[in-house]
Nanobody, 124 residues
Framework: VQLQASGGGLVQAGGSLRLSCVPSGLTFSSYIMGWFRQAPGKERDFVAA????????MYADSVKGRFTISRDNPKNTVYLQMNSLVPDDTAVYYC??????????????????WGQGTQVTVSS
């Protein structure tokens, strides 16, 4: 199983980025997908998750109203649209996949597969 994340970059505060993650080696529609981020010297934090069909989502309080997670099952892709970015959003962003336990989807340790990460840098 591999998860290929892309779309990171350098953006000014107030700007937008869209991250993408394309898993391979798994049946995409059978997996909950999550986005996490890790800043230097800090723990890996939950950002957003989406359930198998895309009908259910959850967000960290810090990104509610600014970030949107979505998925396209026929295209085997999960997205994270990030708007109104602030310097505190600077981190390496990781996508992750797991089969079940939706209620615990904000917990990194419940995910079975992880991507390699994509760097997001927001300048002030």
């Amino acid at each position: 199983v591999q998860l290929q994340a892309s779309g990171g970059g350098l953006v000014q505060a107030g700007g937008s980025l869209r991250l993408s993650c394309v898993p391979s080696g798994l049946t995409f529609s059978s997996y909950i997908m999550g986005w996490f981020r890790q800043a230097p010297g800090k723990e890996r934090d939950f950002v957003a998750a989406i359930n198998w069909s895309g009908g259910g989502t959850m967000y960290a309080d810090s990104v509610k109203g600014r970030f949107t997670i979505s998925r396209d099952n026929p295209k085997n892709t999960v997205y994270l649209q990030m708007n109104s970015l602030v310097p505190d959003d600077t981190a390496v962003y990781y996508c992750a996949a797991k089969r079940d336990l939706w209620v615990s989807s904000s917990t990194p340790g419940t995910y079975a597969y992880w991507g390699q990460g994509t760097q997001v840098t927001v300048s002030s």
